[in-house]
T-cell receptor, first 114, second 113 residues
Framework: DGGITQSPKYLFRKEGQNVTLSCEQN?????MYWYRQDPGQGLRLIYY???????QKGDIAEGYSVSREKKESFPLTVTSAQKNPTAFYLC?????????????FGPGTRLTVL | DQQVKQNSPSLSVQEGRISILNCDYT??????FLWYKKYPAEGPTFLIS?????DKNEDGRFTVFLNKSAKHLSLHIVPSQPGDSAVYFC????????????FGTGTRLQVTL
């Protein structure tokens, strides 16, 4: 059945290490997104991609990098430059259609930097 | 600058009663609004949406009302059920394709027995 998978569910890393979060979708959606959620805050957009081999910075892209080599996959790398990486990370995808664009979310990855 | 605001961080409602969750926005260019529901440690799931050409959209127990002049929308859940207990996020976008969503901070709804 179709959906979005994120792995791993929980991730622990030492400070100063880069870490890559996986996101895969089999919904045949063109657009994919990465969000970050912190306690008491709304979801904030990190990066998004509307087609393969193209992506744009969201509102809080500093310290993160992405790639979109395949339609199904949109991995996010949290680099050592990200000052406060501990958070809940959500990947989403959507069909781009006129006037409506409901995003489907994965289950999330909770990253804890020790 | 928070363009989408949910001023009530939490709400408690008795089972069977109406739950009303509120959302205010400041960007007059927003023309499409969505509500998402989120359980702990899970991704949000889409609940209901409304275009700015409408002032009401209904789907079963869920109704969203939009007041453009007040830049305010609300989600009504009638009757509330214990399974509705979750965090509800309001989101808005401008133009089409409406890819970039701006989310509110969420309201935690607790439906009590």
């Amino acid at each position: 059945d179709g959906g979005i998978t994120q792995s791993p569910k929980y991730l622990f890393r030492k400070e100063g290490q880069n870490v890559t979060l996986s996101c895969e979708q089999n919904l045949n959606h063109d657009a994919m997104y990465w969000y970050r959620q912190d306690p008491g805050q709304g979801l904030r957009l990190i990066y998004y991609s509307q087609i393969v081999n193209d992506f744009q910075k969201g509102d809080i892209a500093e310290g993160y990098s992405v790639s979109r080599e395949k339609k199904e996959s949109f991995p996010l790398t949290v680099t050592s430059a990200q000052k406060n990486p501990t958070a809940f990370y959500l990947c989403a995808s959507s069909i781009i259609i006129f006037g409506a664009d409901e995003q489907f979310f994965g289950p999330g990855t909770r990253l804890t930097v020790l | 600058d928070q363009q989408v605001k949910q001023n009530s961080p939490s709400l408690s409602v008795q089972e069977g009663r109406i739950s009303i969750l509120n959302c205010d926005y400041t960007n007059s260019m927003f023309d499409y609004f969505l509500w998402y529901k989120k359980y702990p440690a899970e991704g949000p799931t889409f609940l209901i949406s409304i275009s700015s050409i409408k002032d009401k959209n209904e789907d079963g127990r869920f109704t969203v009302f939009l007041n453009k002049s007040a830049k305010h929308l609300s989600l009504h859940i009638v009757p509330s059920q214990p399974g509705d207990s979750a965090v509800y996020f309001c989101a808005a976008s401008e133009g089409a394709p409406a890819s970039k969503l701006t989310f509110g901070t969420g309201t935690r709804l607790q439906v009590t027995l």
